[in-house]
T-cell receptor, first 115, second 110 residues
Framework: DTGVSQNPRHKITKRGQNVTFRCDPI?????LYWYRQTLGQGPEFLTY????????KSRLLSDRFSAERPKGSFSTLEIQRTEQGDSAMYLC?????????????FGPGTRLTVL | GNSVTQMEGPVTLSEEAFLTINCTYT??????LFWYVQYPGEGLQLLLK?????DKGSNKGFEATYRKETTSFHLEKGSVQVSDSAVYFC?????????FGKGTRLHILP
């Protein structure tokens, strides 16, 4: 399977703990995006990378959130001191600059539950 | 505010019925427009797209036409199937990011 993969698929944690998610994009894609989807809502943009450079961060991304893409391939999203309001589906997507006018390919998501 | 507005669900139809899910957008210029679908237990999949005014995107019997006059991108299907039951998201591209509507849950009854 050469699509976008995310790990873990599910994560249950206690409030105050740190969690880290991983995303592996489609191999030739230079852009990687993180979105968050809460119940009954559409996904909301969090941040994105072009190669290893983080180009934009949403206001939704508080100081407790950090994302990296150190070698321009996979990316990690870390949430420190988790809160119950962080419970959501975290989606990763990738794309190729200039191809298909913005089409992004999504992974299956990591569902986070903070108790 | 949200620059993509779609009709609220859930929408419940009988098999073989005609489907319309309305979507309107606000934008300067002519952004790419998309419909994504999320089947139960699965990730988001691109259903169709249109990149300029008057384009028609189509896939799996679904169609949507980019209407700049009405800033709309309504999703239609002539005859729905039980397997079309899913959540449908209208979306637009803005500054390299995808802006999604809230989604419309569709139930198709056999």
């Amino acid at each position: 399977d050469t699509g976008v993969s995310q790990n873990p698929r599910h994560k249950i944690t206690k409030r105050g703990q740190n969690v880290t998610f991983r995303c592996d994009p489609i191999s030739e894609h230079n852009r990687l995006y993180w979105y968050r989807q809460t119940l009954g809502q559409g996904p909301e943009f969090l941040t994105y990378f072009q190669n290893e450079a983080q180009l934009e961060k949403s206001r939704l991304l508080s100081d407790r959130f950090s994302a990296e893409r150190p070698k321009g391939s996979f990316s990690t999203l870390e949430i420190q001191r988790t809160e119950q309001g962080d419970s959501a589906m975290y989606l990763c997507a990738s794309s190729l600059t200039g191809a298909s006018r913005g089409e992004q390919f999504f992974g299956p998501g990591t569902r986070l539950t903070v108790l | 505010g949200n620059s993509v507005t779609q009709m609220e669900g859930p929408v419940t139809l009988s098999e073989e019925a005609f489907l319309t899910i309305n979507c309107t957008y606000t934008a300067t210029g002519y952004p790419s427009l998309f419909w994504y679908v999320q089947y139960p237990g699965e990730g988001l999949q691109l259903l169709l797209k249109a990149t300029k005014a008057d384009d028609k995107g189509s896939n799996k019997g679904f169609e949507a036409t980019y209407r700049k006059e009405t800033t709309s991108f309504h999703l239609e299907k002539g005859s729905v199937q039980v397997s079309d039951s899913a959540v449908y998201f209208c979306a637009r591209l803005r500054d390299d990011k995808i802006i999604f509507g809230k989604g419309t849950r569709l139930h198709i009854l056999p």
